[in-house]
């Protein structure tokens, strides 16, 4: 929806938020700008009717400003539909910083960040991604309590990645089962693109139902040591999407799914933590469908994270949270008979369980924002 200027005397220019491609309905869109620290910020609410917008912080090297806010978008909007298809009373948000998470972040900079946070009033609850550890949420709670995700010490869920690997795994088992007509792991070839916090434990997992992985990554360190740890394959480049593999996990960044990549595909089955895999969801989920690869949408699949974290929310039990988190493969297996039974995508049999969800709250008239 690009929108333009129609006077004859100016050039047309493109609407630098509501022109955006990835603009989907967003209720809010906040940017924050701090230049004692340095801080650039942008905080995206898409949708709070089913209470408020939860999502986590990004903090990364963006080429530009037009990148970062494209994320952002596509990001809060992809936490609503996690959110409302794992059955949680929460919105989608998201937030990015950008900058250098290695050499640019410091204990000044995330405390001024909290207070952003805190200026919107419990709209936006924050907590870890990419670039971010349970550290910096615990910094982030001195200045604000709408942040999640802080370490148990301090009253919270800890670090989400072992429950957002836990979410994944059960939903690549669901997905394999599917496909194959076993969930037996034992000798899979299986892909792990990124192996960073969620990667890693995911590897775990795999190792120990014996499967054959190869891991990439652009972090050498870090692809070296997991090797060494679970004796898995390393493949270096990006000319990874032709390997002979069953099953492929990307848990890096989104949109590795495009027009160049699914030609290549010879996996079968597709499940993994990134986050908007797929860079044209209607095109590229049907493109997937006809090559007859099992998809299991990201927003499923990597929601342990977000489930994890609605214990400190909700007061929910530990226990419970991982029961939840260990039912993605109940509802991976529902998803995808209802995608096959109604000849629809994965993607929008997904979608169009968590959109009834929000607006079947719309009607009942008990919206919580």
Known sequence: MTLRTNSTNTPNKIAPVFGQNSFNKHEEIVFFNDEETGLKAIVGIHNSVLGPALGGTRMWNYDNEWDALNDVLRLSRGMTYKAAVSGLDLGGGKAVIIGDATTQKTDILMRKFGKFIHSLGGKYLT????????????????????????????????????????????????????????????????????????????????????????????????????????????????????????????????????????????????????NNQLANELKHSKLLQEKGITYAPDFLVNAGGIINIYREIKNISKIDAIHRTENIYNTTLEILAMAQKNEITTHQAAFNLAQKRINDRKLSGEITR
């Open 127 to 274: 907590a870890e991604d990419m670039g971010m550890e349970t550290r910096d949420m615990d910094i982030i709670r001195e200045v604000t309590p709408y942040v999640t995700g802080v370490s148990e010490e301090k009253g919270g869920s800890g670090n989400p990645s072992p429950s957002t690997a836990l979410g994944v795994f059960m939903g690549l088992k669901a997905a394999t089962k599917f496909q194959f007509g076993s969930d037996n792991l034992n000798g899979k070839k299986i892909l792990v693109q990124g192996v960073g916090h969620v990667g890693e434990i995911l590897v775990k997992h795999l190792t120990d139902e014996g499967a054959s992985i190869i891991i990439n990554d652009i972090n050498e360190e870090a692809i070296e040591r997991i090797s060494k740890t679970y004796n898995t394959k390393i493949h270096r480049g990006t000319d990874i999407y032709s390997l002979d593999v069953d099953i492929y996990a990307p848990c890096a960044m989104g949109a590795t799914l495009n027009d160049y990549s699914i030609p290549q595909l010879k996996a079968k089955v597709i499940a993994g933590a990134a």
